[in-house]
């Protein structure tokens, strides 16, 4: 039988999976408000590897915004995270996942390939994520769709689906 503290980190493990495992899913199904929910107050931003720029802290309404721009313009997206693994110590916790996404644009298709990085960190409102670190590694496809993605929501005004 195991103990309360054994148990209790089974628990927690299960619930940070399901949290870092949420925030590939609920973009892909653009359910934004659930996932502007997953994060904590302040979140550190990391994408340099990707986009260039610095890291930075962000509220979770930004960086919700900043993600329906970038991808409501898709036909779809799919961001799929494996071999996930937890380092957990106390009301905090590191998170490490490979990271593919693939971004569908009308023939177009753009995969990234990638490492993530999640802080995550036990509030009164359960597991959030406080810290999000891509490291970038590989491609297939041109980057344009991107750009042309985000032009196809400045056409089409805001993005509301599943606010």
């Not at 919700?64 to 898709?74: A, D, H, N, Q, T």
């Not at 009308?106 to 990234?112: S, T």
Request: charged share 35%; proline share 2%.
């Amino acid at each position: 039988m195991l103990t309360y503290i054994e148990r209790r980190e089974k628990i927690d493990i299960a619930l940070i999976e399901t949290l870092v495992e949420s925030m590939g899913v609920l973009p892909d199904l653009r359910l934004f408000t659930a996932l502007e929910e997953q994060l904590d107050e302040e979140v550190v931003v990391d994408y340099t590897s990707l986009m260039g720029g610095e890291p930075h802290s962000a509220v979770p309404k930004d960086i919700v915004r900043r993600w329906k721009e970038s991808l409501c313009g898709f036909d779809a997206t799919r961001h799929q995270l494996k071999n996930i693994a937890i380092e957990l110590k106390g009301q905090t916790a590191k998170v490490t996942a490979d990271a593919t996404a693939t971004y569908f644009l009308h023939e177009h298709i753009w995969e990234g390939k990638g490492r993530y990085a999640f802080g995550c960190r036990f509030t009164a409102k359960g597991w959030k994520v406080n810290r999000l670190e891509f490291t970038f590694e590989s491609e297939k496809g041109t980057r344009d769709i991107l750009e042309k993605a985000r032009e196809l929501v400045d056409k089409k005004g805001k993005c509301n689906m599943h606010e």
